[in-house]
């Protein structure tokens, strides 16, 4: 049986540090001198965008976790506190990433995608854990639907987090001006792939059920 007084905790504790990360979102925009440079470099709104999206997200799916499937063992304490880390630096390397391409070298704007898509593929592989660990132990008091749902999502980052990581060593063997683009690509394909594989593993298990 799981701590429900402690697992509620613990998610609100989770929707603090993710409100926290939208607000630093917006206080860490740096104010141009002339209002015409933020419609002239609309990088910094294309960076703002996709990780509020991002980690929108995020919470979308530690909501869904910890309603359903988290349980409060100290491998899930410890790899949920790194997700909520790793969020955090998220916000974090998106300056870094834009500070790269506005004054970086070559060099920078390729350690600065590393960190903030290395961020990103960590969180998943995060998520990735709890929603096994989660499974595995309370897979016999949980709806069909909701066991099915969760092996998808699991599928689905087994599937994202490798292709991501490809990206990553692809792009940085590229042009570095290109590298957000082609990781953001693999991105793309990961979940597109996820997204197969999991529906042909859950029309396998089905079709197992049938027999």
């Known amino acids: 049986m799981r701590d429900e007084v402690f697992v509620r905790r613990l998610e609100a504790f989770g929707d603090i540090v993710m409100g926290f990360s939208l607000a630093l979102l917006g206080l860490t925009l740096v104010v141009p001198d002339h209002a015409a440079a933020l419609v002239e470099h609309q990088d910094w709104l294309v960076a703002y965008v996709w990780t509020f999206a991002l980690v929108c997200v995020l919470w979308a799916s530690h909501y869904w976790t910890f309603r359903y499937v988290f349980v409060p063992t100290p491998l899930c304490l410890v790899v949920n506190y790194a997700k ?38 960590g969180i998943w592989a995060a998520t990735a854990i709890l929603l096994v660990v ?78």
């Open 84 to 121: 909520l880390a790793l969020t955090v630096l998220l916000v974090f390397m998106v300056q870094v990433l834009l500070r790269s391409y506005g004054t970086g070298t070559a060099s920078d704007i390729i350690y600065a995608n590393e960190l903030y898509w290395g961020c990103l593929a």
């Open 134 to 211: 989660g499974l595995r132990d309370r897979r016999s008091s949980l709806p069909p639907e909701i066991v099915a749902r969760c092996r998808t999502r699991i599928y689905r980052i087994a599937a994202t987090v490798p292709v991501m990581v490809a990206g990553i060593l692809i792009g940085a063997h590229g042009r570095p001006g290109n590298m957000s683009m082609v990781v953001a690509i693999a991105l793309l394909v990961g979940l597109a792939v996820g997204r197969i594989v999991a529906a042909l593993a859950s029309k396998g298990q089905n079709a197992t059920n049938v027999s």
